[in-house]
């Protein structure tokens, strides 16, 4: 059917007006934010957002502690800058992203994350993948932060870290927010996301912690496999043998008789170490290590842990050291620690389902167990989390 003559001249004069808009909003975001173009480059698009906001993740992945931080595209991309910007320590040389690099899943390869005029943490940085799909809200090792968004300014007022603590003659927060109030690109980033130009303390919480949320990883070989199975425990037809015995490891829980000893059962890992999303369990206590990162003190409050993805490579290297002290560097020591448990006369925060029958456990593992164990946990490593752009340095040109 032939459309009348004055319809199609209607439907060109649209698609006229229509084109002349898209194209003045275009040119709009340029005129309107040269700072954030001059600064970044194609790194960042005001006018096509990275998608931070409408990830896929599997089905069976049904945790989210977004609450009442929801992410959205703007929020998240104002705070990958932020994470990224070193203007955000006293002395310009230290931002997150320096304790918790990208290729290294977020965390950092040193034992001691080196702050503002090389002084030292007093823990080793903690990974940042899949901060989103847990039951534990609260944060740091010794979970001293209520909430991520707690977290995510602490650091920044830490005098070691990135220095704006207010102690020692040093500056407080407020300097900081004053300095980044008069970086253009932040006045034209406020005022793109917020309508207004002024930064706050809540408004970096808010920022920072939805970029973090974003940082997701669920493209491993274990979600090609779970994909294609009813439930966890299932036999995994992707899997090698060594894989899937590795995994029932990990999911049984261990029977012990009267001296901690086990005799039949797995690991226990998922205990505390939930899967799909392997978070930690909110309600565990100290792992038996007490020890710290200089060796000489002990720091029995730590009961944290990151998410147990990513703690490979893709390649099967492990990206950082491990546990709070950073005093394993294998995934078999870490094993070998849950193998052997050894109590601390001093601890008295020691997780119970590490003493069954107030024993300490001794799980007796063989060393095909342990090989089985070491090559599941390897599976759990993705791909794009360590190059995908949205999440990639945004200074860097």
């Keep these: ?56 993740r599997p089905g069976y992945i049904m945790k989210d502690n977004s609450g009442a931080n929801p992410i959205t595209d703007a929020k998240a991309t104002l705070g990958r800058v932020l ?16 304790c918790h690099q990208q290729q290294f899943a977020f965390s950092d390869p040193l ?8 002084e030292t943490t007093g823990r080793h940085s903690m990974r940042l993948i899949n901060t989103r799909f847990g ?7 010794n979970e001293r932060a ?34 980044l109030q008069n970086i253009n690109y932040y006045k034209e980033l406020f005022q793109f996301v917020y309508m207004d130009q002024q930064v706050t303390e809540s408004r970096l919480q808010e920022c920072l912690a939805q970029f973090v949320r974003s940082i997701q990883s669920f493209d491993s070989r274990f979600d090609t496999a779970r994909m294609q199975a009813p439930n966890d425990g299932a036999h995994f037809q992707k899997f090698s043998s060594l894989e899937n015995q590795g995994k029932q490891l990990f999911l049984q829980p261990p029977n012990f008789n009267g001296n901690g000893q086990r005799i039949s059962g797995g690991a ?5 170490h939930r899967p799909p ?10 792992n038996g290590i007490v020890g710290s990162i200089s060796g000489n003190l002990k720091d029995l409050g730590n009961t944290r842990s990151p998410s147990l993805r990513d703690l490979t490579n893709n390649s099967g290297t492990v990206n950082s050291p491990m546990m709070h002290h950073g005093g394993n560097t294998t995934l078999r020591s870490v094993i070998l620690h849950y193998n052997n448990i050894i109590r601390d006369p001093e601890n008295n925060n020691l997780d119970p389902r590490l003493t069954p029958g107030g024993v300490v456990q001794q799980l007796q593992l063989t060393d095909t167990e342990i090989d089985a164990l070491i090559t599941f946990l390897q599976t759990l490593s993705g791909n794009k989390v360590y190059t995908d752009k949205k999440w990639s340095d945004p200074f860097l040109k």
């Design 1 to 56: 059917m032939r459309l009348p003559r004055f319809t199609l001249i209607y439907i060109f004069i649209f698609f006229l007006i229509w084109s002349s808009c898209s194209k003045d909003k275009d040119e709009s975001l340029t005129i309107s934010y040269p700072a954030v173009q001059e600064t970044f480059g194609a790194n960042i698009n005001l006018s096509e957002l990275q998608n931070y906001a409408a990830q896929s």
């Design 83 to 98: 994470f990224y910007d070193k203007n955000l320590s006293i002395n310009n040389t230290i931002s997150c992203a320096s």
């Design 111 to 118: 034992i001691a994350s080196k702050g503002v005029e090389g």
């Design 135 to 141: 039951n534990e809200l609260k944060f740091f090792w």
């Design 146 to 179: 209520a909430s991520l968004e707690h977290q995510t300014t602490q650091p920044i007022q830490d005098h070691a870290e990135m220095g704006f603590s207010g102690q020692n003659g040093r500056p407080g927060l407020s300097i900081l927010l004053g300095k």
């Design 268 to 272: 226990g890992c998922a205990g505390c």
């Design 277 to 286: 999303e392997f978070d930690i369990d909110p309600n565990s206590r100290n």
